[in-house]
């Protein structure tokens, strides 16, 4: 499968009752082909994008070129396949495929592994964590059980986003690796609200927090 990413920032006019026109922006559109092989699937983006009627010509008529140096491609394939991935050319500039991009909020890679995703959660949970960590001290700063809710309603929720896009359910196979992750970025979480000992076991940690174990919530968010 292949995925053809383009982002669009010109300047749209748009009516308003205010006044006449408008400032917007289009972003984050999407073109999808799939193919027996990359050079059908890219004859056919290419076809989306430069036939009559096209996306080519939707921009000219409402006045939102494409920004041709953001377009990113994406040339799907399984990582225990070996395939070659050659550029598109539109307009005379050669658009090379990306190891990997981000869509809405979501690392996508070329063998949809999720192993960039994964990392990205990783490192988002740790910024969480020491943000927390540093609202909270002894002689001041919030108390646990107001950090506690900032860490269930804004960190988890960031944290997790789109995990039902990026992480099967528990109970499916292959996704041990990803929940043993995100337990560590939990249990930094639930360290920075308790305050308690590096040695302390994670699930001595969730109960005195009363959050759920990170296989459980990971559970919550895809059901």
Avoid at 155 to 163: G, K, M, P
């Amino acid at each position: 499968m292949v995925l053809y990413q383009f982002y669009n920032a010109d300047l749209l006019d748009i009516p308003n009752k205010a006044s006449k026109a408008a400032a917007a922006y289009v972003d984050d559109a999407i073109l999808i082909a799939t193919a027996a092989t990359f050079s059908e699937a890219h004859k056919s983006l290419t076809d989306m994008m430069m036939r009559e009627g096209g996306a080519m010509d939707w921009a000219k008529s409402h006045n939102s070129s494409f920004e041709l140096s953001k377009l990113a491609l994406m040339d799907f394939a399984h990582q225990a396949k070996k395939v070659v991935r050659a550029p598109i050319q539109l307009q005379g500039i050669d658009i090379k495929p990306a190891a990997s991009t981000k869509y809405l909020g979501v690392i996508l890679d070329q063998n949809l592994n999720w192993k960039e995703q994964e990392a990205n959660t990783v490192r988002k949970g740790a910024i969480w964590a020491a943000q927390i960590r540093r609202a909270v001290r002894s002689e001041w700063g919030l108390t646990p059980k107001h950090v506690k809710r900032l860490y269930m309603c804004v960190a988890i929720l960031r944290t997790l986003y789109a995990v039902d896009t990026w992480c099967a359910p528990p109970k499916h196979h292959g996704t041990k690796r990803t929940i043993g992750k995100l337990k560590k970025s939990q249990r930094a979480g639930t360290l920075a609200i308790t305050g308690g000992l590096r040695t302390t076991p994670t699930d001595s940690l969730d109960v005195h927090t009363n959050v759920l174990p990170a296989h459980l919530e990971v559970n919550r968010h895809c059901s």
